[in-house]
């Protein structure tokens, strides 16, 4: 079976009424959890995304609480595991302002971990890729919010 474009889709919705259009998405909702998260987000939280920065940031910092510093591996997986969610929640806001806020702040906690980074090239490179991130996503912002961006990563690098 061959995929729509979205540009398909787009055509075939407009011809739907709006409660063909309703049984759609409460029938995708059903099937996966990452659709019905997006549908929550857009529902319910896309208005106020302070909010939701801020609830993203608090299930952030229960993942850093509970994580097991003392093995380098688990660190590594529990580092993943937050950023991945993270990400998530970047992918459903597809705003660079959250995402940098949201970056910063896993960074930010990064560093405040008291693990052995330095001795796995792995943890080395996830907070390298993150600060790489941070900065691909500050390039794309105006210069205002640059400047205050960039002061943020300059004192993360040091």
């Known amino acids: 079976m061959?995929?729509?474009s979205i540009s398909e889709v787009k055509q075939e919705l407009k011809t739907l009424s709006q409660s063909q259009v309703m049984?759609?998405?409460?029938r995708l909702a059903r099937y996966k959890k990452e659709n019905k998260e997006l549908l929550t987000f857009l529902l319910f939280e896309a208005d106020d995304l302070p909010a939701y920065i801020q609830n993203i940031k608090e299930e952030m910092d229960e993942g850093f609480s509970g994580m097991n510093k003392t093995n380098?591996?688990?660190a590594k997986?529990?580092?993943r595991k937050i950023l991945?969610?993270?990400n998530k929640y970047i992918k459903y806001a597809g705003n660079k302002?959250?995402?940098?806020?949201?970056?910063?702040h896993y960074c930010t906690n990064y560093k405040g971990l008291k693990i052995p980074s330095h001795k796995s090239t792995a943890l080395t490179n996830i907070y390298n890729s993150q600060v790489k991130k941070i900065r691909l996503a500050i390039e794309s912002l105006h210069a205002d919010l640059q400047h205050d961006y960039l002061r943020q990563v300059a004192r993360l690098e040091d």
């Open 2 to 4: 061959k995929t729509a």
């Open 23 to 26: 049984e759609l998405c409460l």
């Open 72 to 74: 380098v591996y688990l």
């Open 77 to 79: 997986k529990s580092l």
């Open 84 to 86: 991945r969610i993270t």
């Open 97 to 104: 302002e959250l995402e940098i806020e949201l970056l910063l």
